[in-house]
Nanobody
Framework: HVQLVESGGGSVQPGGSLRLSCEIS????????VGWFRQAPGKEREGVAA????????YYADSALGRFTVSRDKDKVALNLQMNNLKPEDTGIYYC??????????????????????WGQGTQVTVS
């Protein structure tokens, strides 16, 4: 049974940085996908960044490219999202998400998550 618990959200001024972490348990393979999604008030959910559970093969949304870095700790327990040069439009609830099956590509996971995928409870990020 996959479980995901986020931490690290908060408030920051534009141009600042935040680091989100997600403690993940339940995966036994390296070919599933884990990543970060976000939802701002009044906007659709958006995929931000994702990686294979084995710690390779990252993919980023255009809005995150060059500013955000997704990674897994060496012990493959934590999923991290380092966010630099934050902008007001980065404000939203950030969710840690894990695929419910092996994913054919990290991009597909980020662009079209399955309804059966696993979601954390979310953590608020506010940039103002």
């Amino acid at each position: 049974h996959v479980q995901l618990v986020e931490s690290g959200g908060g408030s920051v001024q534009p141009g600042g940085s935040l680091r989100l972490s997600c403690e993940i348990s339940g995966y036994t393979d390296s070919s599933s996908c884990v990543g970060w999604f976000r939802q701002a008030p009044g906007k659709e959910r958006e995929g931000v960044a994702a990686i294979y559970t084995g710690g390779f093969g990252t993919y980023y949304a255009d809005s995150a490219l060059g500013r955000f870095t997704v990674s897994r700790d060496k012990d493959k327990v934590a999923l991290n999202l380092q966010m630099n040069n934050l902008k007001p439009e980065d404000t939203g609830i950030y969710y840690c998400v894990g695929s419910s099956a092996r994913c054919p590509s990290v991009r597909t996971f980020l662009d079209a998550p399955r309804s059966t995928d696993y979601w954390g409870q979310g953590t608020q990020v506010t940039v103002s």
